[in-house]
């Protein structure tokens, strides 16, 4: 592969820029050997010629392909140079947020200047377990690298943090501290995280400053030790310091401060303790003052030393110590105020004895005044014959006190590391450990001194170790895989370590010139450049003699020679340490104190040791070498080598910190910083490292998969060998062999041919599109021009066909016009003439009768004139009479319409009333009764007009013919026409008689027909009226009702929500009690066991570590003592107590059933409150109702609580009276020994005892009927009086008392409700009915809808399909169809040959039993002849009536528990009734409670419940005894609940279960103790079966390819580090989940678990599932990708299709899912758009904001097609995010477990129904 291949058009470069460092840019002309130019086109369109050296040939760097942009190792990336580095870690950190990244085995930490939600707990859980690989970059991992490799090669770790100063050294090392903490699980008693967690603002105050780069910047580094026992457990800890910067205490460079705790404690001067101080503000102070301000934005030094303080305190430091401690400070602060007069001579100089600092001093310290002041100025000389003693001049007095200030300091320092490594220690013997360093990186400033001189050095050393370690991993890769290497050169540093500290090095040459005499700085100068003037390390500044250069690693850097022999030296005069070891105070004196073997003044000493001497053991002897004792240098590389001796015997893991900018701005990146801190810190050597070897590294399987389409067809063959087949790929396409080496499991490939191969692959594809594209594209256009050609064809025919029909329909309307025309020309010509024709006639007939009419007018006007005049006088006479009889009329009727308004009015008034419409249905209907019985007297009337009528047409015709008659006679006689005259006058008087008699009889039928119609009328208005005003208040009355109802629902709703989630609150908190009273339980066993070991073994006491933080799943901070003696405290009060009493540590049981107590009354009240609240409501709604139902409700309520009483004390009574003759009798048994005496007299009292109770019985019930009878008398008085002054009050209208009578209104009143209450009830029972046959028909709708859906989209789906593939898909339907039907049937096989084993099991037990029976038969035959007949009856009746009660010694208690629980096996039982062990053990408490033995009882709860803990204990993994135990102890506890006689648990008891239940002893304090211990066993199954499902869920659910050949393109990974991988790789499918779900359901099923336990213990699962699924998934950025959230739902549905399988669908677990749901559904979404945005945030309800970012950040493109996540949708979704209020974690906890609930479940079996089987041993129980 020529570079002519390489650099060819469109290829991305690197060029260097003075600015970003290196900047992008594409070559738009290809390159040939021999061009001086490179032709680029930058980003930004501009083009550039890039010069290239013809004689060097340097090209440009190569940039990667943009599928390897932002991969998590940078060692993954193809070409390995700074740019590529440096823009990978900028892409990762700004646009995707990503703080860590590997470089091989280094973390790479950038400080984003900002709190983020990634250290949780729940995070810590999540990279625990996990390799190094498989997540993303995190501390966590580096930590878990090391405690794995700890615990699997059985070698000491450690974990090397450095960088600059602010770039978060400090909190890398903490994190690590955290998670070794919690991994480690380190016991109660010896919490090390949090005690070193607490000496962490100490060590910040003592240790930390404010530097020109960082304001809390350590100026020491440190290195903990954390020990690990046997188990891998923290047992303790130990720190060692390096290299405190004491100069820092007298001097502080400009915009710098001295150590925090000075200016702590000067901002706290003001406090009443330390007035004594004298402290003023920190500007006040020389030692303070130097670096200008004072202060720090942000940082309120008083509340930190609050903090400072408070941390003291923890850890043990007596207040005595602190004040102390703060008056050394306080004492250093002084003594840098002292003032100095120099004398003239200018040789000596002298102290003001008025010096109040100077005071203040030895006051503080405990010192004598004159004795400091004086050894201040003069020191001491001695030699091997005389002492001296000289005067010091100003300077060397300054010089002294200075030192003397960094003594005193230096040596508190090393006091408090040491009083912390005090309560870090522990007794227990250290198996293995691991090592935090957290040490200064490379330093360069303006002015360098001897304290940076120091940490470049050991930057140095430590630079070696790690690239030895690099190369050394890299060889052993190269060696496990078989490849051959050659030697990798790499940059080694020993030159410049041998500069610094070999023979006649710096450091030599340093120590010499200490020791001389009268040596200088510049005389050590001198020497430096004569002696190392040649070496290529050391260099000489052009303008200065007094500093020197030294070429390290990271860069050239300059120092100052100027106070590098003092800083060596650190001289401190032994007469002003005397005088403080002679200190009254006894702190200040022991900080001096000598040792055997002195050690040198430096901040840290060696191992353990941290104490300080300055002391010779011989002082006459040494005193002359006081000042050449061990130099600071000389100390420091001692112990530097002690530091790298303990490294190099461990596994070293490196982090490296960077600082990204200057200015502390959160996630903002300075190219330059970084690539300079890159160089410093040896991530670009571990590059350059990887670059000369093979760096790209691809197993068989990935890179087959990948590149097989850049093979041939001819040269893919199933059968041949993947390596072969990788062989003859790579030597095809790379013609160079050292470019790639074939290893044993891997393929090793050079820098570049990685991408190079991309580039073919993509070349290949590239070449692919064009050729489907061209195809595609002539496809499309021929297929376009065929349709066009058709369409043509079509449009041409059909506009042909429409012209000639056209021309045509023209032709036939063209005809069809003339003949309109001929027919309406003779139509309108003949229409004229009709016309005139007409006309004619019609004029001369109206001009001939014109003429006939007026003759007939002048006639007829003549003839009415007549008529006229005489109607006119009639009209006139009539009008005057008519006008006379309207005036009337109107008079009348304006009287009468006044009149009616007025009523009208009053009746409006009355009406609007809504009380007025229930008395006006009354009045109504009482009108309407009236006028009815008026209508009937009407009617009556109306007979009796009739009848008369009828009487005198009768008598009026009979008087008419005797008349007749009369005349006739009288003519025949007479015949005189005078007399007929007469008569016929008489009979015109009778006719008119007759006539008038008939107009009054007409007129009085017409009155009574007008009457009875109005009356009809008046009767149907009030009966409309009365609908109507009925309607109306119906209406009123349901609105009210509804309004009421509404109101009432919703605040009920509301407070039963409220009600509800504070009651699974409280739940949560008592379970949670629960589970921290077993571990505390736990934890007493196992102090007692460390006991009896100790009592076992005397001698050396340890202190047990044997509990685990991790072991508590305890949400509540478990109990922890601080000093070592606690546990001995503890063991001895066990001692004391006995181990008996401690087995059943009740105190805090009770408590904790004092606070369940206090909560069930508290809820009690709430829903009393609540039922309150609605019977108010109730009230305002039915007031009738109400009245009668309160009458009925008060007498059932006094018949209750009446008899109630009664039977209470009477039950108390016969208590009693039974106690007393058991008593009695029992007595009388003792002295007399005749049994039939005894029985005789005890039936003879039995018999007394039934009557005197019948007899009670019978005068208690008469007493309560006669109190029920006078109080239901006396309320229905009351009632009634109430009733009638109401109806009083109702009836008293204006308009109706006139007709209204009380009792009838009483009488329609009771009418009306008693009709409304069957109204109501007939409408309620209809309405519930209608209601459950709507719910009914819902149902079978909404099932019939289901299927019809299913269908529909099977019906649609084949409908899209092809022919073929719809009969495919038929047949796969059908497949399904029937593999579901024969594993339907399968499962009922299984369980029908299972219930056969058991029903053949029975047999074979009944057979057994049935002999065993004839056995004892046949021995009791025997034994009747030879006993008693009361003894054979007692047998008979024993056999015969089995009242479900097992009887059993005291002493075979202990027997009962071991074979009914302790060792009882599942097994034994399985082929018996579920639960057998819970009923026997009922049975035998009911025998218990039957004889009245409560100790009995106790003892055999008691015994029950330890040993099932016990039996749990001893199998606290095997999920079958767990889930066996979880079931008996449920269904004992529902026995307890069934048979104790509450009313509340026995509504599904039989008559016979009734029989069955307890006597004489409430146990609701032991049904509580069980419930506490089903929660405990409940919590043990859910911890087993997540332990088993825990390492399956990752591989099953998130990397298995279900679905085969979807992901099988993978992008190219990072390396995975063959440290972390275990031999034997474990993956899981989800077909292995399913089994495992499936083997825990049938174990719980199978033994009798209650159904709601099953569904909450498979919710729990389900839950954890999604948990660990979704951490996984937030934190691993090669599953987020497209195929993996095809897949991912894929097993999702595969889950939630076992759950409805199991019918477990309707538990809830199918809704935890939800989360991992929408997280598959997110990475399958597009995600471009801004709709796109919205969609996801609409779709994503259950994912936090921080998770759906995070998922967009992690996706990744699974190959170059595909796009990435752009930055600009990522925060478009967080704008539409803003409103939520999520909460801020991002990781969910999968330890949560949710509250259980153990549902009341009585059971149908009766006890004597239950069969004992023999195999269990229980011989010696007796059925009673």
């Known amino acids: 592969m020529s570079v002519a291949e390489l650099y060819t058009r469109y290829t991305r470069v690197w060029i260097p820029d003075s600015e970003e460092v290196w900047k992008s840019a594409e070559i738009i002309k290809d390159y040939k050997e021999g061009d001086k130019t490179l032709h680029l086109k930058l980003e930004d369109e501009t083009i550039q010629e890039y010069p290239i050296d013809p004689k060097a040939n340097k090209l440009p760097f190569l940039r990667n392909p943009d599928i390897l942009v932002g991969e998590n190792d940078l060692t993954a990336l193809s070409?390995?140079?700074?740019?590529?580095?440096?823009?990978?870690?900028?892409?990762?950190?700004?646009?995707?947020?990503?703080?860590?990244?590997?470089?091989?085995?280094?973390?790479?930490?950038?400080?984003?200047?900002?709190?983020?939600?990634?250290?949780?707990?729940?995070?810590?859980?999540?990279?625990?377990?996990?390799?190094?690989?498989?997540?993303?970059?995190?501390?966590?991992?580096?930590?878990?690298?090391?405690?794995?490799?700890?615990?699997?090669?059985?070698?000491?770790?450690?974990?090397?943090?450095?960088?600059?100063?602010?770039?978060?050294?400090?909190?890398?090392?903490?994190?690590?501290?955290?998670?070794?903490?919690s991994v480690g699980g380190s016991s109660s008693e010896t919490n090390i995280e949090e005690k070193v967690l607490a000496s962490s603002p100490i060590m910040e105050a003592i240790g930390n400053a404010k530097t020109t780069r960082n304001d809390n910047s350590s100026r020491f580094g440190k290195y903990i030790q954390i020990g690990f026992d046997k188990r891998y457990r923290i047992i303790g800890a130990n720190m060692r310091t390096y290299l405190l910067e004491k100069s820092r205490v007298v001097f502080q460079a400009e915009d710098e401060r001295n150590y925090h705790i000075f200016y702590q404690l000067c901002a706290s001067a003001g406090l009443p303790e330390f007035k004594d101080l004298s402290l003023t503000c920190a500007e006040d102070f020389f030692y303070t003052s130097l670096g200008g301000d004072t202060s720090i934005e942000g940082v309120d030094d008083a509340e930190d030393f609050e903090r400072t303080r408070n941390a003291f305190t923890l850890l043990g430091v007596k207040d005595s110590h602190q004040m102390t401690i703060f008056k050394i400070l306080a004492a250093i602060l002084h003594l840098g105020n002292v003032g100095l007069q120099a004398e003239r001579d200018g040789e000596s100089c002298s102290l003001s004895r008025q010096d109040e600092h100077l005071h203040n001093f030895c006051r503080l310290l405990g010192v004598e005044h004159s004795q400091m002041e004086h050894w201040l100025c003069h020191r001491k000389l001695v030699t091997t014959s005389e002492t001296y003693i000289k005067n010091m001049s100003v300077q060397q007095v300054v010089n002294a006190r200075n030192a003397l200030a960094k003594h005193i300091y230096a040596q508190l320092f090393n006091w408090i590391v040491q009083h912390i490594n005090k309560a870090l220690y522990t007794t227990v013997k250290q198996h293995s450990f691991i090592g935090v360093l957290d040490i200064y990186g490379f330093e360069t400033f303006e002015v360098n001194s001897f304290e940076q001189f120091c940490i470049n050095y050991a930057n140095e050393k430590l630079q070696q170790q790690f690239n030895s370690h690099v190369f050394k991993l890299e060889q052993e890769e190269y060696m496990k895989e078989q490849i051959p290497w050659t030697l990798i050169d790499f940059y080694d540093n020993q030159p410049c370590i041998d500069l610094i500290e070999a023979k006649l090095g710096i450091f030599d040459l340093l120590d010499e010139e200490c020791k001389v005499p009268k040596g200088t700085d510049q005389n050590w100068a001198q020497k430096l450049y004569d002696r190392h003037g040649s070496s290529q390390h050391f260099q000489k500044p052009r303008m200065s003699n007094t500093s020197f250069i030294v070429v390290h690693f990271a860069d050239k850097v300059e120092y100052q020679c100027d106070g590098f022999l003092e800083k060596n030296r650190d001289t401190v005069h032994e007469e002003q340490i005397n005088i403080l070891k002679a200190s009254k105070y006894p702190m200040v004196a022991d900080l001096f104190h000598d040792e055997k073997d002195p050690v040198p003044i430096a901040p840290a000493g060696k191992g353990t040791s941290l104490k300080i001497n300055i002391r010779s053991a011989r002082p006459v002897v040494k005193a002359a070498n006081k000042e050449h004792k061990k130099t600071v240098g000389h100390q420091f590389r001692n112990s530097l080598h002690l530091l790298m001796e303990t490294l190099n015997a461990t596994t070293p893991h490196y982090v490296r910190c960077i600082k990204p900018n200057d200015e502390k701005l959160p996630f903002s990146f300075d190219p330059k910083r970084a690539v300079q801190q890159l160089r410093a810190c040896g991530v670009l050597e571990t590059i350059r490292i990887s670059a000369a070897g093979y760096p790209s590294r691809w197993t068989y399987h990935d890179f087959l998969n990948r590149y097989r389409v850049l093979m041939k067809k001819?040269?893919?063959?199933?059968?041949?060998?993947?390596?072969?087949?990788?062989?003859?790929?790579?030597?095809?396409?790379?013609?160079?062999?050292?470019?790639?080496?074939?290893?044993?499991?891997?393929?090793?490939?050079?820098?570049?041919?990685?991408?190079?191969?991309?580039k073919l692959r993509a070349d290949k594809f590239r070449a692919a599109t064009i050729m489907i594209q061209k195809t595609v594209r002539g496809w499309l256009q021929r297929l376009k021009y065929k349709r066009m050609r058709e369409a043509a064809i079509i449009i041409q025919r059909h506009t042909r066909g429409h012209l000639a029909r056209r021309l045509a329909d023209r032709l036939r309307k063209t005809r069809a016009a003339i003949v309109f025309q001929k027919q309406y020309r003779m139509l309108r010509i003949r229409h004229a003439y009709q016309t005139i024709r007409k006309s004619a006639i019609t004029i001369q007939a109206f001009t001939r009768g014109m003429f006939v009419r007026r003759t007939y007018q002048k006639m007829l006007m003549e003839h009415k004139a007549t008529i006229i005049q005489k109607h006119a006088r009639a009209w006139l006479a009539r009008k005057h009479f008519v006008q006379f009889r309207s005036a009337a009329v109107v008079v009348q009727c304006y009287f009468r319409r006044m009149k009616a308004k007025q009523e009208l009015k009053a009746l409006k008034i009355e009406a609007r009333s809504a009380e007025h419409l229930k008395r006006l249905n009354i009045g109504m209907e009482n009108k309407v009764v009236q006028l009815q019985r008026k209508i009937d007297e009407q009617n009556?009337?109306?007979?009796?007009?009739?009848?008369?009528?009828?009487?005198?047409?009768?008598?009026?015709?009979?008087?008419?013919?005797?008349?007749?008659?009369?005349?006739?006679?009288?003519?025949?006689?007479?015949?005189?026409?005078?007399?007929?005259?007469?008569?016929?006058?008489?009979?015109?008087?009778?006719?008119?008689?007759?006539e008038k008699a008939h107009g009054e009889r007409k007129i009085v039928e017409d009155t009574y027909t007008k009457e009875k119609d109005m009356l009809r009328r008046r009767i149907s208005d009030l009966e409309e009226e009365n609908v109507l005003l009925k309607q109306e208040k119906e209406e009123l009355n349901n609105k009210i009702l509804c309004q009421s109802e509404d109101e009432f629902a919703q605040i009920a709703i509301e407070e039963n929500l409220l009600m509800k989630k504070e009651l699974d609150e409280e739940r949560t908190r008592y379970q949670n009690l629960v589970k921290e009273y077993s571990r505390l339980e736990q934890r007493y066993d196992n102090l007692r066991d460390e006991m009896t070991i100790i009592k076992q073994t005397p001698g050396h006491r340890r202190n047990p570590s044997n509990q685990s933080s991790l072991e508590s799943d305890s949400n509540y901070p478990s109990i922890s003592t601080s000093e070592i003696g606690d546990t001995e405290d503890a063991i001895q009060q066990v001692e004391e107590v006995g181990l008996e009493k401690a087995a059943m540590d009740m105190a805090l049981f009770l408590k904790l059933q004092k606070r369940v107590r206090e909560l069930e009354q508290e809820r009690k009240k709430l829903q009393s409150q609540l039922e309150k609240k609605e019977n108010d409501s109730k009230k305002t709604q039915v007031i009738e109702m109400k009245n009668e139902m309160d009458l009925d409700r008060d007498t059932d309520l006094a018949y209750n609580s009446l008899k109630r009483q009664e039977l209470e004390s009477e039950n108390k009574k016969l208590k009693n009276d039974l106690n007393e003759l058991r008593k009695a009798i029992v007595d009388r048994v003792a002295q007399n020994n005749s049994s039939n005496d005894v029985h005789d007299s005890y039936s003879l009292l039995l018999n007394q005892l039934k009557s005197a109770n019948e007899e009670l019985e019978v005068r208690k019930e008469e007493v309560l009927i006669l109190r029920t009878q006078i109080i239901t008398a006396a309320q229905q008085k009351d009632a009634g009086r109430n009733m009638e002054s109401n109806i009083n009050m109702q009836t008293s209208w204006p308009n109706s008392d006139k007709h209204v009578d009380p009792e009838d209104a009483i009488e329609a009143y009771h009418g009306v409700c008693q009709t409304n209450r069957l109204l109501e009830a007939q409408l309620q029972e209809q309405k519930r009915e209608h209601e459950e046959e709507v719910e009914t028909l819902k149902d079978q709708m909404e099932t019939l809808r289901e299927e019809m859906e299913k269908q529909q989209e099977v019906f649609f789906q084949t409908f899209q399909l092809s022919p073929e593939a719809q009969v495919e898909f038929g047949i796969q339907q059908e497949i399904t169809r029937l593999t579901n039907e024969n594993l339907d049937l399968k499962e009922l096989l299984e369980k029908l040959e299972k219930n056969e084993r058991k029903l053949k099991k029975q047999l074979r037990i009944y057979m057994k039993k049935v002999q065993d029976y004839e056995a004892d038969q046949a021995i009791i035959q025997t034994e009747k002849r030879q006993h008693e007949l009361n003894r054979q009856v007692t047998v008979q009746r024993k056999e015969k009536?089995?009242?479900?009660?097992?009887?059993?010694?005291?002493?075979?208690?202990?027997?009962?528990?071991?074979?009914l629980i302790t060792d009882l096996k599942p097994q034994t039982v399985s082929a018996t009734v579920p639960c057998l062990p819970a009923y026997i053990l009922y049975m035998c408490i009911r025998h218990a409670d039957y004889i009245n033995d409560d100790h009995k009882v106790h003892s055999l709860l008691t015994s029950t419940i330890n040993g099932i803990k016990k039996v749990l204990k001893k199998h606290n993994d095997d999920f079958e005894m767990t889930s066996f135990w979880l079931a008996n102890t449920c269904r004992l506890l529902h026995c307890l609940k069934q048979y104790s006689g509450d009313t509340g648990f026995m509504t599904q008891n039989t008559a016979k279960q009734n029989e069955h239940c307890l006597k004489n002893f409430d146990l609701t304090e032991y049904?509580?103790?069980?419930?506490?211990?089903?929660?405990?066993?409940?919590?043990?199954?859910?911890?087993?079966?997540?332990?088993?499902?825990?390492?399956?869920?990752?591989?099953?659910?998130?990397?298995?390819?279900?679905?085969?050949?979807?992901?099988?393109?993978?992008?190219?990974?990072?390396?995975?580090?063959?440290?972390?991988?275990?031999?034997?790789?474990n993956s899981y499918t989800?077909?292995?989940?399913?089994?495992?779900?499936?083997?825990?359901?049938?174990?719980?099923?199978?033994?009798?678990?209650?159904?709601?336990?099953?569904?909450?213990?498979?919710?729990?699962?389900?839950?954890?599932?999604?948990?660990?699924?979704?951490?996984?998934?937030?934190?691993?950025?090669?599953?987020c990708s497209w195929s993996t959230g095809v897949q991912l739902r894929f097993n999702i549905s595969q889950l939630e299709e076992w759950l409805r399988g199991k019918n477990l669908h309707q538990s809830g677990a199918a809704k935890t899912l939800e989360p991992l749901i929408q997280a598959a559904q997110l990475l399958q979404l597009k995600k471009k758009t801004s709709e796109d945005a919205e969609a996801i945030c609409s779709l994503c309800t259950s994912l936090t904001t921080q998770q759906i970012v995070k998922i967009l950040n992690l996706y990744t493109p699974v190959n170059e097609f595909e796009e990435r996540v752009t930055v600009a949708f990522i925060r478009n979704v967080q704008a539409h995010l803003q409103e939520r209020n999520d909460p801020p974690?991002?990781?969910?906890?999968?330890?949560?477990?949710?509250?259980?609930?153990?549902?009341?479940?009585?059971?149908?079996?009766?006890?004597?129904?239950?069969?004992?089987?023999?195999?269990?041993?229980l011989e010696f129980l007796n059925k009673v």
Not at 127 to 136: K, V
Not at 1636 to 1661: R, W
């Open 79 to 181: 070409y390995l140079h700074e740019p590529a580095v440096l823009h990978n870690l900028k892409i990762r950190f700004l646009e995707s947020n990503h703080i860590y990244t590997y470089c091989g085995i280094v973390l790479v930490a950038i400080n984003p200047y900002e709190q983020l939600p990634i250290y949780g707990q729940d995070v810590i859980y999540a990279y625990s377990g996990q390799n190094m690989g498989d997540m993303d970059p995190h501390i966590f991992a580096v930590a878990e690298e090391a405690y794995k490799q700890m615990a699997r090669d059985e070698k000491n770790q450690s974990i090397i943090v450095s960088g600059e100063s602010g770039a978060g050294k400090t909190v890398s090392a903490k994190y690590a501290m955290r998670f070794f903490a």
């Open 714 to 758: 001819r040269d893919v063959s199933k059968k041949e060998d993947k390596k072969l087949a990788c062989k003859t790929l790579l030597e095809s396409l790379v013609k160079d062999p050292d470019k790639f080496q074939f290893g044993r499991t891997k393929i090793f490939f050079r820098a570049g041919q990685v991408a190079y191969l991309e």
């Open 940 to 994: 009556k009337e109306y007979k009796l007009l009739t009848e008369q009528l009828s009487s005198t047409t009768s008598t009026y015709s009979t008087e008419m013919d005797k008349l007749k008659k009369e005349l006739e006679r009288y003519q025949q006689k007479k015949g005189d026409g005078n007399q007929i005259t007469s008569l016929q006058e008489e009979i015109d008087s009778l006719r008119l008689a007759l």
């Open 1441 to 1459: 009536d089995f009242q479900g009660m097992l009887e059993y010694c005291k002493d075979d208690e202990p027997l009962l528990i071991r074979n």
């Open 1567 to 1625: 049904r509580q103790v069980l419930s506490d211990l089903s929660i405990q066993i409940y919590q043990q199954l859910i911890k087993i079966a997540e332990g088993v499902l825990q390492p399956m869920i990752v591989t099953a659910v998130l990397e298995n390819e279900s679905i085969q050949g979807l992901s099988g393109v993978k992008p190219m990974g990072y390396r995975k580090r063959s440290s972390s991988m275990g031999d034997n790789d």
């Open 1630 to 1679: 989800l077909e292995a989940i399913i089994h495992q779900l499936n083997t825990f359901h049938s174990v719980m099923y199978d033994q009798g678990l209650d159904p709601e336990i099953i569904q909450q213990a498979v919710k729990q699962l389900f839950y954890m599932i999604n948990a660990v699924a979704l951490n996984n998934l937030l934190l691993r950025k090669d599953v």
């Open 1785 to 1817: 974690q991002l990781l969910l906890d999968f330890k949560f477990m949710f509250p259980v609930l153990f549902p009341f479940n009585p059971s149908s079996l009766t006890m004597d129904s239950i069969h004992i089987p023999a195999s269990l041993g």
